[in-house]
């Protein structure tokens, strides 16, 4: 229960006491305590939901009066707030919920980099509980100038996060999170790689990465699936792949010098519950896997496997693909094949071109036959190749969620968000699917040339 006290003046006084010649009431005698006129004259008691004392003073009895009566409800509905606790540091509450919440290794490194580089700078020194709606819209309209606004999305998401656990540990009342406007997302329309440019990427390949480049065509894997499978999960036999788990290269702790070295790769679990998938392989695919491991044999790698969070531990892992060296492929090193990759693929491009476009001139330029360049555009990855995948798959008339399940994605929203623009949108074909329902129903109303004008 909230009370509300006289600080100047004596709750039981004696009855010789001298009466203030100050204030007066119509209820008691006041006499003068040895705080009159000192600080704030009304003080606010009550003992919190741990049973500790707590007070706070206020000028004004009407201000008190209030504030015990806001204390008294808070209490009864399990929703009081510890003025104190809201004293605490964001970055203290934003530790608190990063180090205690369960995430996957490589979203961790992601929500450790994001809060130290876009959200500590301005909220981290701050008591939680004075941030403000205003100044957390400020901080949008900031950091949308340096971030795409699906990566400012997901920064912000570990702001409202952190203000959400502030809220149920009673530190703050209210996320100031809420009511925020972020920046519209417009996800850009994937545009596939030509099947030339395809071609092109894995014959510039080189020899031992050509069956690998041909397989992330064939199978749409993720890169650190590619680069974490082991010869087993090649089932030569059912033509299949399964995908178990994945090769994934830490990032740098936030406190290593600049000379320090990237921390070793390790093999975890696929990105999302249904990355755990088999998917079919064509027959040119096993093949060249098959020609690939008499020419490459499987690399034996010493290996830490976190595929079980619970039970780390380290292996002999038969890796499918693997550097120069009979190491694991490391993203770093990888960036510089695959330049290469593109520079040679471009260059056979350009040279084939050439002579289509030479053979177009001799036939004396037909219109409408002139010839497109092809080339692989600037900033094309592997992921490019699961795009590929996918739009092969779509073309011939997969449905959604068959897509869904080869790419791994965790919903069909997802797989849709990405490649709706790829699905056929063809009226004749819709014409015809009603047509086959209603063919044979009678019409309701007689051909025109029956009805007499």
Excluded at 306 to 334: C, E, G, Q, Y
């Amino acid at each position: 229960m909230a009370s509300v006290y006289d600080r100047w003046h004596l709750s039981r006084p004696k009855k010789s006491a001298e009466p203030c010649s100050e204030h007066s009431s119509k209820t008691r005698a006041l006499v003068p305590s040895k705080d009159h006129g000192k600080g704030k004259r009304w003080q606010v008691r009550w003992r919190d939901a741990a049973g500790e004392q707590q007070k706070e003073n206020f000028a004004k009895r009407t201000r008190a009066d209030t504030r015990a009566a806001t204390i008294e409800a808070d209490l009864a509905r399990g929703l009081y707030v510890d003025p104190a606790a809201g004293k605490e540091s964001f970055r203290s509450v934003a530790e608190r919920w990063r180090t205690s919440a369960v995430h996957r290794d490589g979203t961790a490194s992601r929500v450790e980099r994001a809060l130290r580089i876009h959200v500590y700078p301005t909220f981290g020194d701050r008591p939680v509980v004075t941030i403000r709606p205003s100044e957390v819209q400020a901080w949008v309209k900031d950091r949308s100038q340096v971030l795409a606004p699906s990566t400012l999305r997901v920064t912000f998401a570990y702001l409202v996060t952190v203000m959400h656990t502030a809220v149920r540990d009673r530190t703050i009342a209210i996320n100031p999170c809420s009511g925020i406007k972020l920046p519209e997302v417009r996800r850009p329309e994937i545009v596939p790689l030509h099947k030339d440019a395809v071609r092109a990427l894995i014959e510039a390949a080189p020899p031992r990465h050509r069956a690998m480049i041909l397989l992330a065509v064939a199978s749409g894997l993720r890169q650190g699936e590619v680069f974490g499978l082991e010869v087993d999960c090649v089932d030569f036999l059912r033509r299949e792949v399964v995908v178990r788990q994945q090769l994934i290269t830490p990032d740098r702790d936030a406190g290593a010098a600049e000379d320090d070295e990237t921390p070793d790769p390790y093999l975890g679990e696929p990105k999302t519950h249904e990355s755990y998938r088999t998917v079919p392989l064509v027959g040119v695919a096993v093949d060249a896997l098959a020609a690939h491991l008499q020419l490459f044999p499987a690399a034996v790698v010493d290996i830490e496997d976190r595929t079980d969070p619970r039970k780390p531990r380290r292996r002999k892992a038969h890796m499918l693909f693997s550097n120069d060296r009979n190491d694991v492929i490391r993203r770093a090193s990888w960036s510089h094949v695959w330049a290469r990759m593109e520079v040679r693929a471009n260059e056979a491009l350009n040279k084939a071109y050439a002579e289509v476009y030479a053979a177009w001139v001799q036939r004396g330029r037909p219109e409408g036959d002139e010839p497109a360049p092809v080339r692989v555009p600037d900033g094309a990855s592997m992921h490019d190749l699961r795009h590929f995948y996918a739009s092969a798959l779509i073309k011939n008339r997969e449905s959604v969620k068959t897509v869904q399940r080869r790419l791994g994605h965790s919903k069909p929203s997802i797989t849709l968000d990405i490649y709706t623009h790829l699905w056929p949108d063809d009226e004749d074909t819709t014409r015809a699917a009603v047509e086959a329902v209603l063919g044979d129903v009678p019409a309701l109303c007689p051909p025109a040339s029956s009805v007499s004008g």
